[in-house]
């Protein structure tokens, strides 16, 4: 069983398209993330979010917003993409006074 | 600002060799302070973690070593193995939030046969 999942593992569009990217973790953690890694591998979080909170990190431009139907789930949707945005996105869980599971990672690519 | 710094960017040990990476924080709140370990095409794994209350943890050949004072922290890889050839982040967070990181720039080990 995959505890963090997310679909697709690859995402190529053109820009100015709207995205999204679905995120699951059967972990039951209260918290889920997402992070985006860049072309020089450097890991910055972009978003927070548990039932009561969400963090945005300031700066996430506001095309990009986190969506979440459940506990279980975090998606992020991206409108009007630019070339900029293309890196690895990942989503995370975690549990109070642990570190972040990831998942595999979307490779988005915008061309 | 950089508020996590890692060294080196790169790093290359012989099989059966120690592995060393340092790094720095700068924020004083920061109280939760894990190592991730990332293979090509694959998310962060979480490897080992330390809190500020303790100098050094151990699990199997990896330890982390913790100064609080100095505000830095190091991973050591023991008798390294090719296939401990990966990328290596150190992070920090604060309690209220651990999975809330902040990540150093990450280092590439080579580990040679």
């Known amino acids: 069983d995959t505890a963090v999942s997310q679909t697709p593992k690859y995402l190529v569009t053109q820009m100015g398209n709207d995205k999204s990217i679905k995120c699951e973790q059967n972990?039951?953690?209260?918290?889920m993330y997402w992070y985006k890694q860049d072309s020089k591998k450097f890991l910055k979080i972009m978003f927070s979010y548990n039932n009561k909170e969400l963090i945005i990190n300031e700066t996430v431009p506001n095309r990009f917003s986190p969506k979440s139907p459940d506990k279980a789930h975090l998606n992020l949707h991206i409108n009007s993409l630019e070339l900029g945005d293309s890196a690895v996105y990942f989503c995370?869980?975690?549990?109070?006074?642990?570190?972040?599971?990831f998942g595999q990672g979307t490779r988005l690519t915008v061309v | 600002q950089q508020q996590v710094k890692q060294s080196p960017q790169s790093l290359i040990v012989q099989k059966g060799g120690i592995s060393i990476i340092n790094c720095a924080y700068e924020?004083?709140?920061?109280?939760?302070f894990p190592w991730y370990q990332q293979f090509p095409g694959k998310g962060p794994a979480l490897l080992i973690a330390i809190r500020p209350d303790v100098s050094e943890k151990k699990e199997g050949r990896f330890t982390i070593s913790f100064n609080k004072s100095a505000k830095q922290f190091s991973l050591h890889i023991m008798d390294s193995q090719p296939g401990d050839s990966a990328t290596y982040f150190c992070a920090a967070s604060k309690s209220s939030n651990t999975g809330k990181l902040i990540f150093g720039q990450g280092t590439t080990l080579q580990v040679k046969p």
């Open positions: 924020n004083t709140a920061f109280d939760y």
């Open positions: 972990l039951g953690h209260d918290t």
């Open positions: 995370a869980s975690s549990q109070a006074g642990t570190g972040a599971f």
